[in-house]
């Protein structure tokens, strides 16, 4: 441990919450033996801390910055978020010539959000741009849809999304002047991080990035407003049908957003879970606050029991992903949460329905995600494009007219906004399911008639959370070296390194096993989380729709045996 680097970290900490957090480890690592000392795991415990927390910068990438708030640089802090702020303005500089950059900045309701937002607006309008700050906290969509809207260079978004309660996070956008076509307004990608994070590299003491007191925008509720008006468009006026949704935004920002969203579409009977309701950073109901994990919706189906709904929606903290249950009387509770490869192809098909009958387009999603979407674009007479994992890819794609991944994310009006909206989503699925009521049908009647046609695709996730990442490295070269050589029985007829590059797309750090019977299986590190992925998918021909139970035994059984096995062979 560099103890002088740890106190000048703390002399030039702006924030005095987290120098003296880091002055009472230091203390305490440092104590000297006597009869007043910290015992010997306390010294040990506060020395393995600071080492972790002064290992190397918070690391700068595709997604931003994601991690644990703290101080110290490989934490989410003031500091840090006032250098990457500076970074940004030096990049914005170089790339418009020293014109002024026009960047937005929205926040969520987590842990330091406002004031990292403050901060970057601060530092933005001390480098001679113009800082728009979003009203109030707000969700990822609405930043999403301001870059574009306003036709700002940049795009700042503080959250961690559905990550735990501890952490934070600095999503970053390129529009306006930087960036052109159709990546303009979505997410950063390759070479802008490395280029952005060599100008936060580059930032000298902190001391020395400057900071105005004042000066920036602060926008009105206008940009809301837009939004709202853009979302409530993608439901032709007056063809809404009565329909009880439970809602819940899981403590984040999205809940008064998605009403009103679904309230101007015409869907009116909307029932809030009051627990999850309002923005609470601590996120008390729900061990991760992420629609994906096992009992996060518990909340939700006890009211929708209540009610008798007809249909969930639940979006995660920052309301960028969408979660989707449907009444089924075979399900425990009586409700069955729907995959997102499943609500996907409901709103993909939605979409190439609308997109066939006008101009075309082209539908996509990530390589981990069912394959089931590109039969769905061949059926309608459209193209087909696959991603790498993330919507700063999906969202690129030209002619895109819905995108989506199977970790609940949705992309149904890419004019508007070039990333995941779990609100958009949310409105355009109570869409569907109301003109599937009008016919006396469901969202699962279509999925059995999308079933009948394409035949089955089950999919599941398979994911490992680790304390340690080097876990996660050595799983994957453990694979490497003697992965799984069959699936449910079935011999492999390919198994592709991702990270030597796939069918055109650049390489990512990840593994591909087809195997001869159409069972695919992939597995990747996340990028945001410390966890394993795996991806599981079996594709079952059915021959009409008398056999569709069967088939889905049959392919939920080999789903199951594949799950088995590679949970095996991952070893975690």
């Known amino acids: ?3 002088d680097a740890v106190r000048a970290w703390i002399a030039e900490d702006p924030d005095p919450d987290t120098a003296r957090e880091l002055t009472e480890l230091l203390a305490t690592a440092t104590a000297a033996p006597g009869p007043d000392s910290p015992d010997g795991d306390a010294v040990v415990s506060a020395t393995a801390e600071l080492e972790d927390r002064f290992s190397g910068p918070l690391a700068f990438g595709t997604a931003g910055l994601r991690g644990a708030l703290g ?13 990457t702020a500076a970074g940004l303005a030096a990049f914005l500089a170089e790339r418009l010539d020293g014109q002024p950059a026009r960047v937005v900045i929205g926040y969520d309701a987590r842990h330091g959000s406002a004031q990292f937002a403050r901060d970057t607006a601060a530092v933005v309008t001390a480098a001679g741009g113009k800082a728009m700050l979003l009203p109030s906290t707000l969700p990822t969509p609405v930043l999403a849809f301001a870059v574009r809207h306003l036709d700002a260079d940049a795009g700042v978004m503080v959250t961690a999304s559905h990550n735990p309660p501890a952490d934070n996070g ?3 956008y390129l529009g306006g002047r930087v960036v052109t076509g159709s990546g303009r307004g979505a997410q950063i990608v390759p070479p802008y991080d490395a280029e952005i994070a060599a100008h936060i590299a580059a930032v000298g003491p902190l001391s020395q990035v400057r900071v105005a007191d004042g000066g920036w925008d602060v926008l009105t509720n206008g940009i809301l407003e837009d939004y709202l008006t853009r979302v409530a468009s993608l439901v032709p006026a007056g063809h809404a049908r009565s329909l ?3 809602l819940t935004p899981m403590h984040g920002v999205g809940g008064a957003t998605t009403v009103e969203a679904l309230r101007r579409a015409g869907f009116t009977d909307v029932h809030v879970v009051p627990e999850q309701a309002q923005p609470d950073p601590d996120f008390p109901t729900v061990a991760f606050p992420n629609p994906e994990e096992p009992g996060a919706l518990d909340l939700s189906f006890e009211l929708a029991r209540h009610v008798r709904a007809n249909l969930v929606i639940a979006n995660d903290p920052d309301a960028d992903r969408c979660s989707v249950a449907v009444p089924d009387h075979a399900a425990a509770g009586g409700w069955r949460q729907l995959t997102g490869d499943e609500v996907g192809t409901l709103l993909g098909e939605q979409a190439a329905v609308a997109a066939a009958m006008v101009d075309g387009g082209v539908l996509a999603n990530s390589i981990v995600s069912s394959r089931l979407l590109a039969k769905v674009a061949v059926s309608h007479g459209l193209e087909h494009r696959t991603t790498l994992t993330g919507f700063k890819w999906i969202s690129r794609v030209e002619g895109l007219v819905f995108g989506y991944e199977e970790a609940l994310g949705y992309c149904v009006d890419p004019a508007a906004v070039r990333d995941k909206d779990g609100i958009s989503a949310a409105v355009r699925i109570a869409f569907l399911a109301s003109q ?7 969202l699962r009647d279509e999925l059995d008639r999308l079933a009948v046609r394409h035949g089955v695709h089950a999919t599941a996730p398979l994911s490992v959370r680790v304390a340690d990442l080097s876990l996660i490295g050595a799983a994957m070269t453990r694979l490497r070296s003697a992965g799984p050589t069959h699936l449910a029985g079935s011999p492999m007829a390919q198994v592709a390194d991702l990270s030597q590059g796939y069918e055109g797309l650049p390489p990512t750090d990840g593994l591909l096993y087809l195997s001869e019977a159409g069972d695919r299986v992939i597995i990747r590190p996340s990028g945001t989380e410390p966890k394993l992925k795996c991806y599981l998918e079996v594709i079952e021909p059915v021959a009409d729709a008398d056999a569709l139970g069967a088939a889905r035994e049959r392919a939920a059984e080999r789903l199951s045996r ?6 095996a062979a991952v070893g975690l």
């Open 1 to 3: 441990m560099d103890v």
């Open 244 to 246: 009880k949704i439970v």
């Open 170 to 172: 600095y999503k970053v």
């Open 71 to 83: 101080g110290g640089p490989n934490r989410m802090n003031r500091a840090v978020v006032l250098r």
């Open 562 to 567: 594949i799950r088995t096995e590679i949970a």
């Open 436 to 442: 599937l009521a009008d016919r006396g049908l469901t």
